[in-house]
């Protein structure tokens, strides 16, 4: 029989048939898996909360891991509500309107038994609306059609579920859109690791274990530059198999972040499946779904943008460290957007009572332990600055953002990362990439004459290190400028040398080291100083007319007065690292000061010597690269397309290969 050809139109023109639209779903209700009681404030709240004094209180807590049934699911006991106004498990409506053309989105919820779903909006101020409401029985799959439409400034979607006379179950629920995504290519993962193999592996496991997330993955590039290498660690043989062909490492020397990540940019570069690169962090938790969203907002987005995750403390796992980050411009440093809020503890104040996380926060730049690149911005401006660690996640966010490529850091895209609560890189050999990627991001896009403020706050920070009796970070710093006066080729040329020597470089000086030895307790000559906890306003703090007395006079009485040799010998006095500020070791000639991480003391002392070559040579680099700021920043933004090719790059990966 012939096949049937479609009915002629009136005037003449052939109808095609119906086509019936394809469903993409933007985002699933997850919930968690691991049996840890503080990560169900992100994904489910059966909490009551209430607010006193402007605060959100939590009223009753019958939050029961117990009711979580499965990745998808979850029970309502009998008589009681459960909201998903959750970080995870509400709907950044707002992000939605106003990065992608998406103005219509489905709310699908399924359930069992007798329910009733009440669906919520708010506003960019956080205000709370009633969308709709539906009661359901027995097996249900219940739709709710919502425009986004009214979301400007802010606001999210989410839903409810109370449960009537005997318990009912959540069975799943997804938000869709039958609207065509912008692109449609699928992201390669680039996770860069140096000697966290353990934590490599339960992220493959993560991954393996979720279907939704690999369906938008093309590769896995696991860049292992470290010496306990993932192949080898207990669990990879297995997750590989699983993997298949989708994961692929490549071992090459320890080229820092900037090397890791540049050579998976790199890679997919070489892969006509990917339209996204997705850089991973090593010591992480993957929340998968998160990779999921990521890469399907980036599909939708109007125009190519870099989707940035959030990050949550590792070991405080309620507790998210930034929502947006920005740089500002007249110092050329980073910081929160929002910095007096953050970092929000999701156990202690829920989403719906936080008023400031439903506004939408734009934001400079994301940092690189997630963060999803479009391949189109990687083909117009480079790869990553070969920087090492530090800088270079804010410095390619800049250089994208000025090419037409936005940062957009989305709510519900996060993982856990192990936290900087017990480190203290500003003095150790991190010190040196600290000062010396700020001065290089600067000279590259500040557009401030001389860096505005960049400088003058860089030499403070030597000042307070001086006055603090901190001499290895002074000496990393100072170091860090004279490669920076010797001009761009440095970056490329101590690539894979610069860490090894700022960490050799702390042997000559005696207050590295962490004094540990359980046989040996170190006392000071006058006992332990304790303070009252300070307030943003303590005027113990000093400012203003204060501070330059306080640091001239200080600076003077180093200069010129020597320590007394008791305090040589032995430790003056004892410091907890939450009082040894700048304004008070510098009063005395030593001090034992607790480690960030708590494992030890370190032991401060004064020598007038190096302070004064040091104090000179500061002062000395600081002005020779004010006077020659013009001259650098052209020597710089001429050699940048050089340093961040991709065939500089390539030469890079085999010279060290």
């Known amino acids: ?149 009214q979301y400007s400034d802010g606001g999210w979607i989410w839903f409810d579920v109370v449960a009537d006379e005997k318990s009912a179950i959540l069975e799943g629920a997804e938000w869709t859109t039958e609207q065509e995504p912008a692109r449609v290519g699928k992201a390669s993962l680039g996770i860069t690791t140096y000697n966290k193999p353990d934590y490599c592996v339960e992220t493959l496991q993560a991954l393996a274990a979720s279907p939704d997330a690999l369906e938008f993955v093309d590769r896995i590039f696991l860049i292992d530059q470290g010496t306990q290498l993932v192949a080898e660690q207990e669990g990879y043989d297995e997750v590989a198999a699983e993997l298949g062909d989708t994961l692929q490492v490549i071992r090459q020397p320890n080229l820092g972040g900037s090397g890791g990540f540049a050579r998976a940019m790199h890679e997919t570069l070489q892969r006509p499946e990917s339209d996204f690169v997705q850089l991973l962090d090593d010591d992480v938790r993957l929340e998968p779904e998160s990779v999921r969203r990521s890469i399907v907002f980036g599909r939708f987005a109007t125009n190519p943008i870099l989707v940035g995750g959030h990050m949550f403390d590792l070991l405080d796992r309620p507790k998210l460290h930034g929502w947006a980050e920005v740089l500002d411009k007249v110092p050329f440093m980073w910081r929160n957007l929002y910095q007096e809020k953050m970092p929000h503890d999701f156990g202690a104040s829920n989403l719906r009572q936080s008023k400031l996380l439903h506004m939408r926060m734009d934001a400079d730049y994301n940092g690189w332990w997630m963060c999803l690149i479009p391949l189109d911005a990687i083909r117009k401006v480079g790869l990553s600055l070969p920087a090492f660690i530090k800088w270079d996640d804010a410095e390619f966010c800049l250089r994208a953002g000025e090419a037409g490529f936005p940062t957009v850091s989305m709510p519900g895209v996060a993982l856990w990362h192990v936290s900087w609560v017990n480190k203290d890189d500003s003095i150790d050999w991190q010190a040196y990439f600290h000062a010396r990627n700020r001065i290089v991001a600067g000279l590259l896009h500040s557009e401030v004459p001389r860096g505005g403020r960049l400088l003058t706050h860089s030499r403070r920070v030597d000042l307070k290190h001086l006055m603090m009796m901190q001499y290895y970070p002074v000496a990393l710093r100072t170091q860090a400028l004279r490669d920076v006066l010797s001009g761009p080729a440095h970056m490329r040329e101590n690539l894979a040398t610069a860490m090894p020597r700022a960490r050799s470089l ?32 303590d005027l113990d703090n000093p400012t203003g007319a204060k501070l330059r007395w306080f640091t001239l006079s200080t600076l003077l009485s180093h200069w010129v007065h020597k320590p007394d040799p008791a305090n040589i010998a032995q430790p003056e006095v004892e410091f907890g690292k939450e009082d040894a500020h700048w304004w008070r070791l510098p009063a005395f000639d030593s001090a034992l000061v607790s480690a960030a991480d708590g494992s030890g003391k370190n032991i401060y002392t004064r020598d007038r010597k190096k302070y004064r070559q040091m104090l000179r040579e500061t002062m000395r680099l600081h002005a020779e690269l004010r ?24 030469q890079i990966f085999e010279e060290k290969a």
């Open 1 to 149: 029989m012939p096949a049937e050809q479609p009915s002629a139109h009136p005037g003449g023109a052939k109808q095609s048939p119906e086509i019936s639209p394809v469903t993409h779903v933007l985002q699933n209700v997850v919930f968690p898996l691991d049996r840890d009681p503080d990560l169900l404030p992100l994904y489910a709240d059966p909490e009551t909360w209430s607010v006193i004094d402007e605060e959100p209180v939590r009223v009753s807590n019958r939050a029961h891991l117990g009711n979580i049934l499965g990745r998808n699911s979850a029970r309502i006991v009998a008589g009681r509500r459960v909201s998903l106004g959750t970080y995870f498990n509400a709907f950044p409506a707002s992000y939605w309107q106003h990065w992608t053309s998406v103005r219509q989105v489905r709310l699908t919820v399924r359930t069992k038994g007798p329910a009733t779903i009440l669906v919520y909006r708010s506003n960019g101020s956080g205000v709370r609306q009633r969308v709709d409401t539906r009661e359901v029985t027995g097996d249900a799959e219940t739709s709710f059609d919502l425009a986004l439409t």
């Open 506 to 537: 702390a042997a000559e000086y005696a207050e590295t080291v962490v004094h540990r030895d359980p046989s040996t307790v170190l006392h000071s000559r006058r006992g332990r100083q304790v303070y009252k906890q300070l307030s943003k306003n």
């Open 627 to 650: 006077r020659r700021w013009p001259e650098l920043q052209k020597q710089y933004r001429q050699a940048l397309p050089g340093l961040v090719s991709p065939a500089s790059w390539q």
